[in-house]
């Protein structure tokens, strides 16, 4: 059972466009949800992450978009550029656990 | 400050055979977690350790895999015998004590079992 559903599972989009990907989850305790970012060859890094007291945070580029009524959430990447290619992982982490459930990916490409 | 290194980066064996994966954690950091990403599938929690203790082994599939980490330093995870379906990439993760949102990963080994 997927707990936490991403998509889409891959993206391309034209350099300076709007890149969106989103994420629903069904277990309310969730309350903290990163977005990790993964170049080739590395390790997942935390890019970007948001409590459900708010229902937006903004980093640079980087925005995300929560909707705790419905229980989605989406990361959006403004002006994307080709050194945003990679993969996302968006995440959700129950309070008092020290382990995220993770989606299973988006990979962007971003053509120059 | 030194990463969280693992080794080897890549690993291919053949069923039956037995692969150990290494994973040093950045110095000082208590809490060590162990994860593997199937291709195209989410990255899957597999156990946590704090210091040398194993705090939740609840992901890891079945008995074949072992984790250690004697010391509280450095883990091994050891699948024996390997079998297909455990080919993925592992990924350890380490965080200070107390510090849930600070995870920082490793480059990950691919594993692939032939």
């Known amino acids: 059972q997927q707990q936490v559903k991403q998509s889409p599972q891959s993206l391309i989009v034209q350099k300076g466009g709007i890149s969106i990907i989103n994420c629903a989850y069904e277990?309310?305790?969730?309350?903290?949800f990163p977005w990790y970012q993964q170049f080739p060859g590395k390790g997942p890094a935390l890019l970007i992450a948001?409590?459900?007291?708010?229902s937006e945070k903004k980093e640079g580029r980087f925005t995300i978009s929560f909707n705790k009524s419905a229980k989605q959430f989406s990361l959006h990447i403004m002006d994307s550029q080709p050194g945003d290619s990679a993969t996302y992982f968006c995440a959700a982490r129950a309070g008092g656990s020290y382990i995220p459930t993770f989606g299973r990916g988006t990979s962007l490409i971003v053509h120059p | 400050e030194a990463g969280v290194t693992q080794f080897p980066s890549h690993s291919v064996i053949e069923k039956g055979q037995t692969v150990t994966l290494r994973c040093d954690p950045i110095?000082?950091?208590?809490?060590l977690y162990w994860y593997r990403r199937v291709m195209g599938k989410e990255i899957k929690f597999l156990l946590h350790?704090?210091?040398?203790?194993?705090?939740?082994e609840s992901g890891m599939p079945n008995n074949r895999f072992l984790a250690e980490r004697t010391g509280g330093t450095y883990s091994t995870l050891k699948v024996q015998p390997a079998e297909l379906e455990d080919s993925g990439v592992y990924f350890c993760?380490?965080?200070?004590?107390?510090?849930?949102?600070?995870?920082?990963f490793g480059s990950g080994t691919r594993l692939t079992v032939v």
């Open positions: 993760a380490s965080s200070p004590l107390g510090g849930a949102g600070g995870y920082t």
């Open positions: 350790f704090v210091k040398e203790s194993k705090q939740d």
């Open positions: 110095s000082g950091h208590d809490n």
């Open positions: 948001i409590r459900p007291d708010v």
């Open positions: 277990n309310t305790a969730f309350d903290y």
